[in-house]
Structures are given as C-alpha cells and as structure tokens.
C-alpha cells in the first residue's frame, strides 16, 4: 500500500476545522501541519483526536515549506494571505488546495497559475458546490443533451446569520467572498462565456454599510448561448440557511429544493410542518467538502484531472470583480477577460 499523502493546513476556523476532519476521515491523507494565530485551538484540536500534528504560527511557515514530507498545501486563512502561501508552497514543490476567493484580484490569480504551470504541481481552488451530488447531478444531465439548451438559471443562496464583521473586513466584499459560488456554479451549468454583468445590491444592516459592504445582491449575468444566471445571494435569512437551485431548458426544468436538516414532517389539524433548513454550509455542504478532498487527491495520484480548471477560476473573479463596477455605474457592464 502506497504511504499517505502528507498535508499541511493554513487557517483553522470553522472551514478549517471542517477540512481538518476530513483529512483525518480521508484513509489516503495525513495531517502533518497546522498553521494558525491562534496556536492553541490548534493545539486543542490534536490534543482532542490524540494527533501527532505540528502546530505553529505563520510566522513559523518556512518549516511547512522546507518539510519534505509534505506533499500539499491545503489554504483556508483569510483571502489576504492566500497569494504569498500559494507562491511559497509551489515553489517549495508543493500541490496546492486554496479556499475561494483563489487571491484577491484576477492579475494576482494569474500570476499564481502562471506559476502552477512553470512548476508542475497542481493548483485547486475549492468551489465545493461542484462536488455536491445533486449539483454534479444536475451538471451531469445537462451534458447529456436530453434536458435541451439551458434558458435560464435561477440560483438563491443566503446565509442564516451575518458573518462577525472581523470576518467581513478580510473576506473582500460578498462578491468575491460568497456571491462567486453562484457565478461559478451559473457559468459552469450554461456551459458558455459571459456577455455582461448586471448587479444591484444594498447595505440593509449598519455594520456591514459602515464596511462597504452588501448584506443583499441580486446578480444578472447574460451568456453567449443565450442563457441567463439570475443570482439571489445574502448575507442572513430568517428562516435558516437557504440554498437552491433552478434550471429553465429547453425540455425540462432542473430543480434542487433547500434541504431541511432532517426529513421529518409533522402533521396535524393545522397543517404539515418540516424540518428547518440546515444550520449552515458546513452541514449543507459536508459531504461536497469531503468529495472535493478525495478528488484533489485524486488528482496528486494521477487518476483525474482538475474539475475547477485555471479558466474556470479566473472567470469567476472576473465576474465578481464586474459585479463592483456594475452596482458602482448602476448598469449592466460588457463582460471582458
């Protein structure tokens, strides 16, 4: 049996710790690092599960990188950081896993597939949402031609609880930090270039409009195939974490329903009452968290190719970056590479 592949984790809040599980669960990784501010959660999390795992700061990063054991880079720290980790991880000869947004702007994520390239090692960024069965279903049967050409595409996407603003200030605006999962997800099922951008959006909550930023977007992205992405995206919900998905085509319609966090359903003289929805992305998503984990190994072993290709990524960014200059100039914006 070939030895484990050895993985050094950036970033331990709750999708870091999400990710550290599933290194863990994973029979084919091993967690050989843990680079965090704060050191003791780290060191807690291993204290926990009785781990030989590393814990430092980053001021410490160079003995992740100069560790030969270490075969990949797995980012999940704030956006700021990711440009700086990904160069020093690929040119330590390390594969790299990033959390979105891949950097902060779409010059610094060229420069860093650039540099993917010139040293052979692959570069992922995360958009888990194409590792989730039933999008990857969706996606699938759409490839198949039976559905007919995709018309429209309707995704919703809200948040129960606003994010700490602590959070918001290093996230780079819900454009890039949350609305470009839908605009990947949008391109990805039309199969086709963007033609222009059109957002609109609004500061509902004081804190957030203090920071610059929206708690609520609405998003319009129209495509060469004549396909268009309507994208209903938010920071909160009142009712719980709120994730769905519909697809217009020319034969059918594609629907995922937001899923409830159990399948019971309770019934009396007053009506039927469902479960609430699931807590957060984590829940929602957990599963497309460990399937994009298994697939990024996947690739270190040579048996795929990168689902979320260079292009790909930089077409997100670029979108997000067009959805600022479209609410600034309140009007719909070309869309242009």
Known sequence: MSSKIGIALFGMGNMGT??????LRSPRASLIWIVRENIETARQFTATYNLNTKCITPNEADLVFQDTDVKAVMIVSP??????????????????????????????????????????????????????????AVYQQIRTGSTGPVRIIKS??????????????????IFKDSTIHDLDMG??????????????????????????????????????????????????????YDQRLEILCENSQLTIENRGANCV?????????????????????????????EHFLDVLEGKEELRVKKQDTIQAMRLAELCYESLAKQAAVKYTD
């Open 156 to 173: 919703t996407s809200r948040d129960f609880q606003h994010p700490p603003n602590e959070y918001v200030k290093l996230s780079g605006g």
């Open 187 to 240: 391109a990805w099922i039309a199969g086709s270039k963007p033609t222009s951008v059109f957002a609109q959006g609004f500061a509902h909550k004081k804190d957030l409009k203090a920071l610059g930023d929206k708690d609520q977007v609405v998003v319009v992205v129209t495509y060469q195939n004549g396909a268009i992405s309507v994208v209903d995206n938010g920071r909160w919900c009142p009712f719980g």
């Open 18 to 23: 999400e990710h550290a599980h599933n290194i």
């Open 265 to 293: 359903t309770t019934a009396n003289c007053h009506g039927k009452l469902l479960s609430p929805p699931e807590a957060n992305y984590m829940s929602r998503y957990s599963e497309a968290y460990a399937l994009e984990l």
């Open 79 to 136: 956006s700021s950081t990711h440009k700086d980790l990904i160069k020093r991880a690929l040119e330590a000869g390390k594969a790299v896993f990033c959390e979105k947004p891949l950097t902060t702007t779409v010059e610094s994520t060229k420069e860093c597939y650039e540099l993917a390239e010139k040293e052979g090692k692959p570069l992922f960024c995360a958009f888990h949402r194409r590792f989730d069965p039933s999008h990857f």
